[in-house]
């Protein structure tokens, strides 16, 4: 394959050959920039902590004895809840100005290229490898084809639809006229009524939180069983290959 051809393929699937060939003589690749690693991280993080206080909030613990002023375990759940809501979202925010700012790699979250054949092929022979149908599974210097599928079409859409019915939510606590009213009180008519807003984004909850078991799961087999690094590289950035 010539360098053209390796190229315009890299773009449409993600596999990049002559990339994977420079990376073995020079040993490792640079993928992942800064923001992208410490988003990943901080943003993993205010996701457990959203899920932990957020399933209190819809299925709260039992009543505590006395008064309510005296240990305010509720308002500390919500507090928590609001708090990790703010970093999730501004964060989100980051993330998607850094699509525009940084490296090719950066956009792959965002732009899966559904309207091309070698992309599909791509994803059919990683989901046979998952399935152990597959002996072995391609080199990718960035996310993998099913990965990038899942990461838009499950993780993204769905942090969306968090933010928007969680700040629709948030906007109800703050009151008629606030800002969160004004930006997101829109999702509240759209959906039906309150309870639905709650009932989406509860649901959203475990949406995000089978991606992150699956995806977890998906990451440490990958390291083992893969041909490239994969954990190291959100750590450090650079994608190894092992033959
Ligand atoms: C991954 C992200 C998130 C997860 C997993 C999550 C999870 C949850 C869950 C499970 C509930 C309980 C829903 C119910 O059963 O009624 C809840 C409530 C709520 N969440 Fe989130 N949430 C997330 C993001 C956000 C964001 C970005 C905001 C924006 C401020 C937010 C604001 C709220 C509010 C205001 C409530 C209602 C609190 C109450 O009724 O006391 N959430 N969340
Ligand atoms: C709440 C938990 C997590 C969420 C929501 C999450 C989400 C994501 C997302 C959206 C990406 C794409 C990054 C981008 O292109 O900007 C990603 C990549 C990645 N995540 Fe996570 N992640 C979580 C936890 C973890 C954990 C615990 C690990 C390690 C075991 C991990 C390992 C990785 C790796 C290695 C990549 C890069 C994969 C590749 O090189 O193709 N993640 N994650």
């Known amino acids: ?22 990376g073995r003589s020079v040993k490792s690749v640079y993928v992942y920039e800064a923001p992208v690693r410490l988003w990943h991280w901080l943003n993993a993080l205010a996701i457990v902590v959203l899920c932990i206080t957020g399933y209190l909030i819809g299925s709260p613990l039992p009543s505590v004895g006395g008064e309510a002023s005296s240990h305010f375990i509720m308002g500390y759940i919500r507090f928590a809840h609001f708090a990790s809501a703010y970093v999730f979202a501004v964060g989100l925010l980051g993330r998607i100005y850094w699509a525009f700012a940084g490296n090719h790699h950066a956009r792959e979250l965002f732009t899966v290229p559904v309207f091309t054949g070698a992309y599909w092929r791509e ?6 490898w998952y399935l152990f149908l597959a002996p072995r599974p391609s080199r990718y210097v960035g996310h993998n084809p099913l990965a990038r599928f899942v990461m838009f079409f499950v993780f993204f859409l769905t942090a969306l639809v968090m933010v928007f019915t969680g700040f629709a939510l948030y906007g109800e606590g703050l009151q008629a006229g606030s800002w969160a009213d004004r930006l997101f009180g829109w999702v509240v008519p759209l959906l039906g009524q309150p309870q639905d807003v709650h009932t989406v984004h509860h649901l959203g909850m475990w949406v995000i939180g089978c991606f992150v078991i699956f995806h977890v799961y998906a990451a440490v087999r990958e390291d083992i069983m893969g041909r490239q690094s994969i954990i190291s590289t959100m750590v450090s950035g650079y994608r190894t290959f092992k033959d």
């Open 123 to 128: 994803l059919g022979l990683m989901l046979r």
């Open 1 to 22: 394959m010539n360098a053209t051809s390796s190229a315009s393929l890299a773009d449409a699937t993600g596999t990049d050959e002559s990339a994977v060939e420079h």
